[in-house]
């Protein structure tokens, strides 16, 4: 079974720039999270989404943060304009009753 | 959001049992705990999950306090590649709309 896949692995834009996270659920899996990973931290939960329906975006930085879920498959997360403590690993995970499964992540660096 | 305290590193030794402790005290009688590692450079990596019974797998087991306000990971016999962080999480929510809210983790070190 293929896991979650995320492009790109990594990343550096200089601040005020855009960029934007591509996942790829495991087949099947209705359900699809974004986490942010500072160095040091455990993940905290950007988003997540029940087939293409936001579930839960309570911490999503609204003014700059944007995801969408197309036809309740993959995944884009989206920053804009960036800013130097956007940098963090960002994993995209998926589930279906067990798990989440987690995919290995982008590696985003804001100079 | 329901928090889990555990502590911020370990160390044990090749070859020997490791018990990983978690306190959940604020645990509702929904939430589901689950225990997840991290390698360096990768994604947290599903270990196990119980609800009130002790659960094994082939890669851990998990004993969970009568109260459920605490519970153990238990790896058998540690190798080198089991050194990672460790997640101690509460799965929260309703069916559907269940997600994991993560604390700092114990970093386990293991020793040849």
């Known amino acids: 079974e293929a896991g979650v896949a995320q492009s790109p692995r990594y990343k550096i834009i200089e601040k005020r720039q855009s960029v934007a996270f591509w996942c790829n659920p495991i087949?099947?899996?209705?359900?699809l999270y974004w986490y942010q990973q500072i160095l040091g931290q455990g993940p905290k939960l950007l988003i997540q989404?029940?087939?293409?329906?936001?579930?839960?975006d309570s911490q999503l930085p609204k003014d700059r943060f944007s995801a969408e879920r197309l036809k309740g498959v993959d995944s884009t997360l989206k920053i804009q304009p960036a800013k130097l403590e956007d940098s963090a690993v960002y994993l995209c995970?998926?589930?279906?009753?067990?798990?989440?499964?987690f995919g290995p992540g982008t590696r985003l660096t804001v100079l | 959001d329901a928090k889990t305290t555990q502590p911020n590193s370990m160390e044990s030794n090749e070859e020997e049992p490791v018990h990983l402790p978690c306190n959940h005290s604020?645990?509702?009688?929904?939430?589901?705990i689950h225990w997840y590692r991290q390698l360096p450079s990768q994604g947290p990596e599903y270990v196990i999950h119980?609800?009130?019974s002790n659960v094994n797998n082939r890669m851990a087991s998990l004993a969970i306090a009568e109260d459920r306000k605490s519970s153990t990971l238990i790896l058998h016999r540690a190798t080198l590649r089991d050194a990672a962080v460790y997640y101690c999480?509460?799965?929260?929510?309703?069916?559907?709309?269940?997600?994991?809210?993560f604390g700092q983790g114990t970093r386990l070190t293991i020793n040849p």
């Open positions: 995970a998926s589930s279906l009753g067990r798990g989440p499964f």
């Open positions: 087949s099947g899996h209705a359900t």
């Open positions: 989404f029940q087939n293409n329906g936001v579930v839960d």
């Open positions: 604020t645990i509702s009688g929904t939430d589901y």
């Open positions: 119980g609800l009130t």
């Open positions: 999480i509460l799965r929260i929510g309703i069916q559907g709309a269940q997600k994991l809210v």
